[in-house]
């Protein structure tokens, strides 16, 4: 068989842990040379594609490449850019096959969330429409947990810890204030329609934690009334109340309580900014004193913090990607199989991407608590194990120290260039 290239992009809001898949992805290219030559990465994702702006990801050494898998954030460059239709945007699709072609790139990985997924499906199509012999792999990734099919998403177990123990840390100083200060904590979490970022916060109480949460998910109409009397249960009850509220909480109408009025590049509304809603309206109402926080990038950049869990999912996807591509499959994405709860264990299988294109999971009912406050045993058990375990990067100075990788340009080939 000929050895040809491969391209590989990371797309969307960067995690904790997709550069893990980057490096179980080059890694175990570079253990098939006789099928696989050079692996270019796209500078700024599908941009870098767009633009012949390649990667030369064989210009870095072993221990770059293996340092990779303890370092945040995504090291090619990431971006918010959607692929639309393929006759409305045709072009763009043509310019893809047009610079693969230049680098004889017969690999393509895209490694992202929903939109990304949609992108690597259309990108099969036009593959085949123009004859060109591409294999395509998504590689999920998105701190959202919203793909369907597999059990969880690389970059949730991650934002789940950091959310679970900066929820209960934050409860301890409330705590310790509520008597004569502060008596409300809400921290506002990522989650557009999907409300597993928020369910981890319900993590910070347990048996041994008896912390007074209320949390409001986006699957759950946001009701003020029967808001405030649960926020006001719980502060006459322990003296104060921890509260984790959802960017993507609505009212019974269906409007985004955070909803600014500006569009991303993906055309989702531009949220943020409903922690400070959510407290003005107890302080308002009930006249506790309190604080908010918006845990924004830091939830998804905790890499200090990671679940070893999704550390190890998160490589494991990306070495999968190239096997499943080695093996004649095309049009796939690799999946988390979870076999069992207690003990934990998992597997990888795969998922057609036309069965994961632009779907989205939220949360089961079963997984939220009766009076929508809450989470129940069974989501609990579900949880746990995600944000199990540490995988602590190594440190220098009292910081990490995490990789900076050269990022190498590849030479153009071609004369025309094209702007996104």
């Known amino acids: 068989m000929s050895i040809r290239n491969a391209f590989y992009a990371q797309s969307g ?21 006789d099928r696989i030559g050079k692996v270019y990465a796209g500078r700024n994702g599908i941009i870098g594609a767009l633009t012949e702006d390649l990667i030369d990801t064989g210009l870095e ?49 895209y490694n992202g969330g929903g939109d990304s997924q949609d992108t690597a499906h259309k990108v099969t199509q036009l593959g085949e429409k123009l004859g060109y012999p591409l294999t395509c792999i998504g590689i999920p990734k998105t701190v959202d947990n919203d793909l369907p099919i597999t059990d969880n998403c690389p970059g949730f177990g991650s934002v789940a810890k950091y ?20 008596k409300i904590f ?28 209320v949390i409001l998910f986006p699957e759950v109409a946001f009701d003020a009334g029967r808001f405030l009397a649960k926020v006001d249960e ?10 984790v509220v959802s960017e993507g909480v609505k009212a019974a109408d269906g409007k985004f309580l955070s909803d600014s009025g500006v569009r991303d590049a993906f055309g989702h509304a531009q949220l943020g900014g409903v922690a400070p809603v959510v407290a003005n309206l107890i302080k308002s109402k009930l ?47 690799p999946t988390v199989v979870r076999t069992s709860d207690s003990p934990y264990r998992w597997e990888i299988g795969s998922a057609d ?58 030479e153009k080939r071609l004369s025309t260039t094209f702007t996104p």
């Open 13 to 33: 809001g960067v995690t904790a842990v997709i550069n893990a898949s980057a490096a179980g992805l080059i890694e175990t290219a570079r253990r098939h040379p």
């Open 61 to 109: 050494s072993d221990e770059a490449i293996a340092a990779l898998r303890y370092t945040p954030s995504g090291a090619f460059g990431s971006c918010r850019y959607k692929l639309k239709g393929l006759e409305e945007n045709k072009a763009q699709y043509e310019r893809l096959i047009e610079v693969f072609k230049a680098h004889d790139i017969g690999y393509f990985f």
């Open 163 to 182: 959310i679970a123990v900066s929820t209960r840390e934050a409860s301890f100083d409330v705590a310790s204030m509520c008597a004569t200060s502060t």
């Open 186 to 213: 809400v921290i506002e979490v990522m989650g557009r329609h999907a409300g597993w970022i928020a369910a981890a916060g319900g993590l910070a109480a347990d048996e041994n934690h008896d912390i007074p949460l």
């Open 234 to 243: 719980k502060v006459r009850r322990y003296g104060y109340c921890s509260v």
């Open 287 to 333: 006249g506790h004193r309190f604080h908010w926080a918006v845990a924004d990038y830091l939830q998804r950049a905790a890499r200090h913090i990671a679940s070893r869990t999704d550390v190890e999912q998160a490589y494991a996807l990306g070495k999968a990607a190239v096997e499943l591509a080695l093996s004649g499959r095309n049009a796939v994405m």
């Open 353 to 410: 991407l036309a069965d994961v294109a632009n779907v989205e999971k939220k949360m089961p009912r079963e997984f939220i608590s009766e009076d929508g406050f809450g989470i129940t045993p069974v989501c609990r058990a579900y949880l746990q194990p995600l944000i199990e375990g540490e995988d602590y990067p190594p440190y220098r100075g009292g910081l990490p120290d995490y990789v900076v990788l050269k990022n190498s340009a590849v």
